[in-house]
């Protein structure tokens, strides 16, 4: 018998993640989406929980700041509810939209049959809200002692909610502003 050897490609070798995200959804179009991200093995490294509210350590404030930069990297993105808390980063992200109608280098006149333009696509937006937060904590690591991570800052994926209506997002919002009172029974709390 002869063997037949195949040389693989690393795509071939890699194993296949599957998606957590809404198949055939267009993430790019306006709304407003619920995005929840955990750091690598849900480690504390945003501050801590005492008297049920969130003590955030620089680390933690150092997120809030990156959330907020997001209107400016993508003028079309809302920052809206957000609370960090110790190992984990809870949002509403509004994404309003663009229409090149208002892009000045193409004029007044608008071709209908050239398609919308829609916003900045939600995975776009947490890839480089993770990538910013994270060069950032490496230099907090290395510049103010802070606690370092393993491998990664973050969990490799985030999980997302695209808001349906406002009774829907005034629920999250009140969710995202009382998780610091259930902490104790949150899943993410290492004690749990």
Request: proline fraction near 6%; include cysteine.
């Amino acid at each position: 018998m002869f063997a037949c050897f195949y040389k693989m490609s690393v795509e071939e070798i890699k194993p296949r993640r599957k998606s957590i995200r809404l198949k055939e959804y267009d993430y790019s179009q306006p709304g407003a989406y619920f995005v929840t991200i955990c750091t690598q093995n849900r480690e504390c490294l945003f501050g801590h929980i005492s008297n049920e509210k969130i003590i955030l350590n620089d680390a933690g404030k150092m997120v809030v700041k990156w959330y907020h930069e997001l209107q400016n990297k993508f003028p079309d993105i809302k920052c809206d509810e957000h609370i960090v808390m110790p190992n984990h980063f809870h949002v509403v992200i509004v994404n309003v939209g663009a229409d090149l109608r208002v892009c000045p280098e193409h004029g007044t006149d608008f071709d209908a049959s050239q398609g919308e333009h829609l916003g900045s696509p939600l995975p776009t937006i947490m890839q480089w809200f993770k990538t910013m937060t994270t060069n950032e904590y490496i230099r907090g690591v290395k510049q103010h002692d802070w606690p370092p991570f393993p491998g990664k800052l973050w969990q490799r994926n985030y999980y997302d909610r695209i808001i349906r209506d406002d009774d829907e997002l005034n629920r999250i919002r009140e969710y995202i502003i009382y998780n610091p009172k259930k902490w104790e029974e949150d899943k993410d709390n290492p004690q749990n």
